[in-house]
C-alpha cells in the first residue's frame, strides 16, 4: 500500500499539469449533469414494508382518489379573533372574508374542490354546513344525535367559543417540493394583510415548507476558523490555504454528485447538508495530515518529488484506511433498510470517497504545481523545541508523558467523565419534528399553538383507520364501521374516533354496488400531540387490538397517517440499531486488525467510541430534550439522530485512532520500546490531529446556526462528538491504556497473523524499498566515478 501510494504521489506531483486537467474535466462533467438532469429534493420519511404504509396501501386501494400522506401540500390558516369577539361578529367576519378572497386568488391552487364548490372557504360557513350534514346524516340513520353533534365539533374548523378557525387547503402540486416560493410567500403576505385588519392569523403544513437548502452561512464559518487553525499549524498562508482549497472542491464535486442524483433517486433536503458537513471536515483534516506529513519530510530531504512521494505513502495510507472507516460507516447505513438514511448515509460515503481521492491526487499536484512557494506567505517561523537529542519536544510529547505518570487515574477519570454525561441518555425520547417543533418565531410553530390553543393539541395529530368490509355482507357493512369506530373511541387517550367517510358513491341508486360502501375511514383524534410519548403507546393498543375487532365485525383494519407513519419509522430506527453497530462495528475491527496488526489496540478503539458517543447522546438529550442551561427549547430528538451519530461518530473516532496509532506502530516498528512509542507517536501526529479536531469541530459547530432544528440538533452533537472523541478518548484514554498494556498492545495470534495481509501502513517496506533505490544510485555513482 504504502509503495503503490509513494508512487502515486510522486506521479501526480511529476505531471501536476495533466492531474489538474482531470480533476478539471470532472469537475465541470459532474456540474454540468447537475445542472441538467436534477429534480427537486422531496422530504420523505416514508418506510415500505412498515404496517402504517401497508394501510395506506390498502387506502388506495380502497380509495383510489386518496393521495399519500407525505405527497399532500396542505395549508392549514389559523385565525383567531381579537379578545372579546367571535368569528361571526360582523367585522371580524368582513376581515376573515377578506382573507378567504385573497388566499382563493393564490397561485397553484386547483380550480375548485372535488365537492365543485371553492377550493377556500369562510371556516364559520364551512362548520355550520359540516355540522349540519353529519348531525343530518346520523338521524336519518338511526344514530344518537348528541353523538353526532360531538362528532361534529371534534372535526369542526371553527372552536366551541368560535374565537378560532381553520381555513384547509392544498396545492395542486405532486409533492410539498413543488410548491414555489412565490407561492408560500403569496400566503404570508395575505397572513400580514389579516393582521392588519385585527386578526391573529399563523398558517403551518406540509404546503408551506421550505424545501430551498439553506445558505452557505455555515460552511463559511467553519472554512473561516479552520483557515486561522491552519495559519497557526503550518505558519504559512499558503500552505494553510491547501487544504481548504482542495477540501471545498472535493465538497463542490460530492454535492454537485449528490444533486446529479436526483435524476435516479429521491434525496431528501438534508441530504446536501449532511454530505457537506462531513466531506468539508474530512476533506481539510486529510489534506493536513498528508501536508504536515510533506512539511516533515522536507527537513530530510530537499528533493520535494521524494518528500511528496514519502508522504503520500504514509500519512496518505492512513488517510485510505481512515477513509475506509468512515465510508463503511456511512455506507453500512443501507444495511437497515431505511430509504431516506441509505440515501443520506451513501450521499456522505460518497463525498468522503472524493475527499480521499483529492488529498491523494489533487494536493500533490498542486504541490508540484508550486513547488518552492507551498509553504510561502509566512506569518511565523517554525522553530520547535528539541530535546539534547535533537529530537522536536512539542506540547503532544509533553502531554503523552503527562498521561504516563498515572496511566491508571487517566482511565478512571476518563471513564467517570464520560459515564457523567451519559447519564441523560436513560431519558431519551424519539420522534420526527412537526410543525409543534418548529423553532419558535416561525409561522410553523405559531399556528401549531394556536391550533393547540382553539381545538387541541390532538387535533394536529390524527390516527386514521382504514376498514376494509369486502368480505362482510353488504347490509353488515354500516355496522361494522360503527364497531370499529365505538372499538377505537374506547382505546386510552382518545378524544374521538368517528367514521370520516366511506368509499359509497353518494349519487348511486340505494341498492346499487355503487351505492354500498365496501371500505371506511375512521378517523381518531388523540388528546396529545405526535411528539407527546403517548403517540407510540396509543398505536400498539390500536394494533394490539386490531385481531379482536377484525374477528367480531369480519373486517380488515389498518392504522395509517403521518402521525402512524412517523412512529412508525421511528420503531424501524430502533430495531435496526443492533443489526446496524453489528455490521459496522465488526467490518471497521476487521479494517483495524489488518492496519494495526492487533487484536488489543482495535478493541480499545472499539470501547473508546462506545464511551464517546453515549456521553455525546446524553450531552444531546440533556440541552436539546431537556433544554438545559436555556439555550434551547426542549423537544424531542429527533428518530434518526443516534443511527446517524453513531455512524458518523464511529467513522471519524476511527480516523483519529488511525492517525495517532499508526505513528505509535511505525515507532514500535522501527525498534521503541512501547512507551517510547507512544511518546514518539504523539511527538509526530499530536500536534496535527489536535489542529484536525479543532477544524472539525467548528465545521460541525457552525451548523448550529441553521434554522432547521435537525441539522443544529447534528452540527451540535457532531462537535461534541468531536471533542470528546478526539481529546477525550483518542488523545489521554487510548495512550493511559496503551501504556497500561505494553508490549502486549500489538498482540496478535500467530495463525490470525498469517491470514491477514501485510498493507504497510506505517511505510516499514517503503522505507526499505526507498534504502534500496538510493543503495543502487550511490552504487551506480561509485561506478561511474571508477571509470
Same mark, same amino acid.
Given at each position: 500500500m504504502a509503495t503503490l501510494l509513494h508512487r502515486l504521489g510522486r506521479t501526480a506531483y511529476r505531471r501536476w499539469p495533466l492531474v489538474l486537467a482531470a480533476w478539471l474535466v470532472a469537475l465541470v462533467a459532474v456540474v454540468g449533469a447537475a445542472g441538467a438532469f436534477s429534480k427537486p429534493m422531496v422530504d420523505s420519511f416514508s418506510i415500505p414494508g412498515i404496517p402504517s404504509e401497508e394501510a395506506a396501501d390498502l387506502q388506495a386501494e380502497l380509495f383510489p382518489g386518496s393521495t399519500d400522506a407525505f405527497d399532500q401540500a396542505t395549508v392549514n390558516v389559523v385565525v383567531r379573533a381579537p379578545e372579546g369577539t367571535t368569528l361571526r361578529d360582523p367585522e371580524v367576519s368582513a376581515a376573515v372574508q377578506a382573507l378567504v378572497a385573497e388566499l382563493q386568488a393564490l397561485p397553484q391552487l386547483p380550480e375548485a374542490a372535488p365537492t365543485g364548490g371553492p377550493v377556500v372557504t369562510d371556516p364559520v360557513a364551512a362548520a355550520d354546513a359540516q355540522r349540519e350534514q353529519i348531525v343530518q346524516g346520523a338521524v336519518q340513520a338511526g344514530g344518537d344525535r348528541a353523538a353526532a353533534e360531538a362528532d361534529a365539533a371534534t372535526v369542526s374548523p371553527l372552536s366551541e367559543d368560535e374565537r378560532y378557525g381553520l381555513i384547509t387547503f392544498a396545492f395542486d402540486v405532486e409533492t410539498p417540493a413543488d410548491v414555489e416560493p412565490a407561492t408560500r410567500d403569496a400566503v404570508l403576505d395575505a397572513l400580514e394583510d389579516a393582521r392588519a385588519d385585527g386578526l391573529v392569523a399563523e398558517a403551518n403544513g406540509s404546503g408551506m415548507q421550505d424545501f430551498a437548502p439553506p445558505g452557505a452561512t455555515s460552511e463559511l464559518l467553519g472554512i473561516a476558523v479552520a483557515l486561522l487553525v491552519l495559519v497557526l499549524t503550518f505558519g504559512a498562508l499558503v500552505s494553510a490555504g491547501l487544504p481548504i482549497l482542495t477540501a471545498v472542491i472535493g465538497v463542490g464535486l460530492g454535492l454537485a454528485g449528490v444533486t446529479a442524483a436526483t435524476a435516479f433517486f429521491e434525496l431528501g433536503t438534508t441530504t446536501p447538508i449532511l454530505a457537506s458537513m462531513i466531506g468539508l471536515a474530512v476533506g481539510i483534516d486529510y489534506a493536513l495530515f498528508i501536508l504536515a506529513r510533506y512539511r516533515s519530510e522536507l527537513e530530510r530531504t530537499d528533493d520535494r518529488e521524494e518528500a511528496v512521494g514519502v508522504a503520500v505513502g504514509t500519512a496518505g495510507s492512513a488517510v485510505v484506511f481512515a477513509g475506509l472507516t468512515v465510508i463503511i460507516a456511512l455506507a453500512a447505513l443501507a444495511v437497515v433498510r431505511i430509504p431516506f438514511l441509505t440515501a443520506m448515509g451513501l450521499a456522505? +460515503?460518497?463525498?468522503?470517497?472524493?475527499?480521499?481521492?483529492?488529498?491523494?491526487?489533487?494536493?500533490?499536484? &498542486?504541490?508540484?504545481?508550486?513547488?518552492?512557494?507551498?509553504?510561502?506567505?509566512?506569518?511565523? =517561523?517554525?522553530?520547535?523545541? =528539541? $530535546?539534547?537529542?535533537?529530537?522536536?519536544?512539542?506540547?503532544?510529547?509533553?502531554?503523552?508523558?503527562?498521561?504516563?505518570?498515572? %496511566?491508571?487515574?487517566?482511565?478512571?477519570?476518563?471513564?467517570?467523565?464520560?459515564?457523567?454525561?451519559?447519564?441523560?441518555?436513560?431519558?431519551?425520547?424519539?420522534?420526527?419534528?412537526?410543525?409543534?417543533?418548529?423553532?419558535?418565531?416561525?409561522?410553523? =410553530?405559531? +399556528?401549531? !399553538? &394556536?391550533? $393547540?390553543?382553539?381545538? #387541541? %393539541?390532538?387535533? !394536529? +395529530?390524527?390516527?386514521?383507520?382504514?376498514?376494509?368490509?369486502?368480505?362482510?355482507?353488504?347490509?353488515?357493512?354500516?355496522?361494522?364501521?360503527?364497531?370499529?369506530?365505538?372499538? +377505537?373511541?374506547?382505546?386510552?387517550?382518545?378524544?374521538?374516533?368517528?367514521?370520516?367517510?366511506?368509499?359509497?358513491?353518494?349519487?348511486?341508486? %340505494?341498492g346499487t354496488p355503487a351505492a354500498t360502501p365496501t371500505g371506511a375511514q375512521v378517523l381518531v383524534t388523540p388528546d396529545f400531540g405526535a411528539e407527546d410519548p403517548r403517540a407510540t403507546e396509543l398505536l400498539e393498543e390500536l394494533r394490539d387490538g386490531e385481531a379482536a375487532i377484525e374477528e367480531e365485525t369480519g373486517t380488515t383494519v389498518g392504522v395509517t397517517g403521518l402521525t402512524a407513519i412517523t412512529t412508525d419509522v421511528s420503531d424501524r430506527l430502533d430495531g435496526a440499531l443492533p443489526v446496524y453497530l453489528a455490521v459496522v462495528i465488526g467490518l471497521a475491527f476487521l479494517?483495524?486488525?489488518?492496519?494495526?496488526? *492487533?487484536?488489543?489496540?482495535?478493541?480499545?478503539?472499539?470501547?473508546?467510541?462506545?464511551? *464517546?458517543?453515549?456521553?455525546?447522546?446524553?450531552?444531546?438529550?440533556?440541552?436539546?430534550? !431537556?433544554?438545559?442551561?436555556?439555550?434551547? $427549547?426542549?423537544?424531542?430528538?429527533?428518530?434518526?439522530?443516534?443511527?446517524?451519530?453513531? #455512524?458518523?461518530?464511529?467513522? &471519524?473516532?476511527?480516523?483519529?485512532?488511525?492517525?495517532?496509532?499508526?505513528?505509535?506502530?511505525?515507532?514500535?516498528?522501527?525498534?521503541?520500546?512501547?512507551?517510547?512509542?507512544?511518546?514518539?507517536?504523539?511527538?509526530?501526529?499530536?500536534?496535527?490531529?489536535?489542529?484536525?479536531?479543532?477544524?472539525?469541530? *467548528?465545521?460541525?459547530?457552525?451548523?448550529?446556526?441553521?434554522?432547521?432544528?435537525?441539522?443544529? *440538533?447534528?452540527?451540535?452533537?457532531?462537535?461534541?462528538?468531536?471533542?470528546?472523541?478526539?481529546?477525550?478518548?483518542?488523545?489521554?484514554?487510548?495512550?493511559?491504556?496503551?501504556?497500561?498494556?505494553? $508490549?502486549?498492545?500489538?498482540? &496478535? %495470534?500467530?495463525?490470525?497473523?498469517?491470514?491477514?495481509?501485510d498493507v504497510d501502513v506505517e511505510g516499514e517496506k517503503l522505507q526499505a524499498h526507498l534504502a534500496e533505490e538510493r543503495g543502487q544510485v550511490e552504487r551506480e555513482r561509485e561506478l561511474a566515478e571508477a571509470r
Open positions: 456522505a +460515503a460518497g463525498t468522503v470517497l472524493v475527499a480521499v481521492l483529492v488529498a491523494l491526487t489533487l494536493l500533490p499536484a &498542486l504541490l508540484g504545481a508550486l513547488k518552492s512557494k507551498a509553504f510561502g506567505g509566512v506569518v511565523r =517561523r517554525y522553530r520547535p523545541t =528539541r $530535546e539534547a537529542d535533537g529530537r522536536v519536544l512539542n506540547n503532544g510529547v509533553r502531554w503523552a508523558r503527562l498521561v504516563g505518570r498515572a %496511566p491508571v487515574a487517566v482511565v478512571l477519570l476518563v471513564v467517570v467523565g464520560l459515564g457523567a454525561l451519559a447519564i441523560p441518555l436513560k431519558d431519551l425520547y424519539l420522534a420526527f419534528p412537526t410543525d409543534s417543533t418548529a423553532p419558535t418565531d416561525t409561522t410553523l =410553530r405559531q +399556528a401549531s !399553538e &394556536l391550533v $393547540e390553543d382553539g381545538f #387541541g %393539541p390532538g387535533r !394536529e +395529530a390524527p390516527y386514521l383507520l382504514v376498514v376494509d368490509a369486502r368480505d362482510v355482507p353488504a347490509e353488515e357493512r354500516q355496522a361494522a364501521f360503527g364497531a370499529v369506530a365505538a372499538w +377505537a373511541a374506547e382505546a386510552d387517550g382518545v378524544a374521538n374516533a368517528q367514521v370520516a367517510g366511506t368509499n359509497a358513491d353518494p349519487t348511486a341508486e %340505494p479494517l483495524l486488525m489488518v492496519v494495526f496488526r *492487533s487484536l488489543l489496540v482495535p478493541l480499545t478503539a472499539t470501547v473508546g467510541f462506545l464511551l *464517546s458517543v453515549l456521553a455525546t447522546l446524553g450531552a444531546t438529550v440533556a440541552v436539546f430534550q !431537556e433544554g438545559a442551561f436555556g439555550l434551547l $427549547e426542549g423537544q424531542p430528538i429527533v428518530s434518526f439522530m443516534p443511527i446517524f451519530l453513531i #455512524g458518523v461518530v464511529f467513522g &471519524l473516532a476511527m480516523d483519529y485512532q488511525v492517525f495517532l496509532v499508526t505513528r505509535v506502530r511505525e515507532a514500535h516498528v522501527h525498534g521503541a520500546s512501547p512507551r517510547e512509542a507512544v511518546v514518539d507517536g504523539f511527538r509526530g501526529s499530536a500536534r496535527v490531529v489536535a489542529a484536525a479536531a479543532v477544524i472539525m469541530t *467548528s465545521v460541525f459547530a457552525a451548523f448550529m446556526l441553521q434554522d432547521q432544528p435537525i441539522i443544529k *440538533s447534528m452540527g451540535f452533537a457532531l462537535a461534541v462528538a468531536v471533542v470528546l472523541d478526539a481529546f477525550v478518548v483518542r488523545m489521554t484514554l487510548i495512550p493511559a491504556l496503551m501504556y497500561l498494556l505494553g $508490549e502486549r498492545a500489538w498482540w &496478535l %495470534p500467530r495463525w490470525l497473523d498469517r491470514l491477514l495481509p
